[in-house]
């Protein structure tokens, strides 16, 4: 029992993280400092367009998926665009990267561990490309 939570650490700690950070979005329990620059700007059009509203919310919904065994891998996948996103925001907006390399390591660990389920996916992606 204990080996299983531990393989299955990575996974719980990002979806912690964005359970706690999607969740603080809508109950602000955690100060944010307020954004300068290019950062400000981008989180302030993300914010003022509702844009951010919807990736709180999927943020939330897919940790969920990551944190039941049977949605675990379909979570993996699909929080994985958000990760990049939020470390190319880091990255080449905040010119600041942070939790979003640890989070990238994460979700590489808790995709790699599910492996055998997206082979699935890739073998009809192959077979789909050899008949065009």
């Known amino acids: 029992m204990h080996m299983k939570l531990i393989k299955h650490l990575p996974v719980y700690a990002l979806a912690l993280i964005y359970l706690v950070f999607g969740s603080n979005y809508f109950f602000h329990f955690i100060s944010m400092p307020p954004m300068a620059g290019n950062a400000g700007s981008f989180v302030g059009v993300l914010f003022s367009t509702n844009f951010l509203l919807v990736v709180k919310l999927l943020e939330i919904a897919f940790a969920v998926l990551m944190l039941v065994p049977q949605t675990r891998a379909l979570g993996l996948v699909l929080i994985a665009p958000i990760t990049i996103n939020i470390l190319l925001f880091e990255l080449l907006i905040a010119n600041q990267p ?7 390591i994460l979700n590489g660990l808790g995709i790699l561990q599910h492996k055998d389920q997206y082979i699935g996916m890739l073998k009809v992606r192959m077979a789909l490309a050899n008949h065009s």
């Open 98 to 104: 942070g939790l979003a390399v640890l989070m990238v």
